[in-house]
């Protein structure tokens, strides 16, 4: 069975610094990795994917096959980025898609 | 225009009454779901409509009964509710074909049994 982790439950940033959220997968297929977002009063939301290679808001991440990861990473984080980030797991087989735990972010002035 | 949408965004009820939720996507999508957010935040699958036909069942008690009279519907009704029912219930949506594994998500119907 598939699992997401991540491990850092809230993380707080000041506004300029760098900010990683960490992602750890479990499964022995090839996952396809998603970042989900959650603004405050807000639905969720789809912030990117690992196969489309993109950066969206300045995030990007990257799938490492050999450490299982997907950490979502921003050079330099905004207030506006503060939100329930939450990475997801979909495998070939089907259309589930498994959330890890979320980690709230948060960005200081 | 609302993609997905649900009703009521909040509930608040008695232990060991019934209640129902809805939820409608206009997206023509063919794939419809609900999640339940617990306190930690935790999101988790319950059930997972495709054309009407229940697809994916989690463990989740036989109280919970979910029907969908067409694919742009999936409704939720809980039986006999408890307090650990209390949750944040997300309806969402995506075209199986495709299988992007982009979800659309309605805004949640927050849900109190005292």
């Known amino acids: 069975a598939q699992r997401v982790t991540q491990p850092e439950k809230l993380l707080s940033v000041f506004k300029g610094a760098p900010v990683e959220l960490k992602c750890n997968y479990s499964?022995?297929?090839?996952?396809?990795l998603f970042w989900y977002v959650q603004y405050s009063r807000q639905r969720l939301q789809l912030l990117l994917r690992?196969?489309s290679r993109e950066s969206i808001k300045g995030f990007t991440a990257d799938l490492n096959k050999g450490e299982t990861s997907f950490h979502l990473k921003k050079p330099f984080a905004q207030e506006e980025d503060s939100a329930m980030y939450y990475c997801a797991l979909s495998t070939t087989s089907g259309s589930r898609l498994t959330f890890g735990e979320g980690t709230q972010l948060t960005v200081n002035p | 225009d609302t993609a997905v949408s649900q009703t009521p965004k909040y509930l608040v009820t008695q232990m060991g009454n019934d209640k129902s939720i809805k939820c409608e996507q206009n997206?023509?999508?063919?794939?419809m779901y609900w999640y339940k957010q617990d306190s930690k935040k935790f999101l988790k699958i319950m059930f997972s409509y495709n054309n009407k036909e229940l697809i994916i069942n989690e463990t989740v008690p036989n109280r919970f009964s979910p029907k969908s009279p067409d694919k742009a519907h999936l409704n939720l009704h809980i039986n006999s509710l408890e307090l650990g029912d209390s949750a944040v219930y997300f309806c969402?949506?995506?075209?199986?074909?495709?299988?992007?594994?982009?979800?659309?998500f309605g805004e949640g119907s927050r849900l109190t049994v005292l």
């Open positions: 499964y022995s297929g090839s996952p396809e």
């Open positions: 969402a949506s995506s075209h199986r074909d495709t299988n992007t594994g982009e979800l659309f």
């Open positions: 690992h196969i």
């Open positions: 997206l023509g999508h063919d794939t």
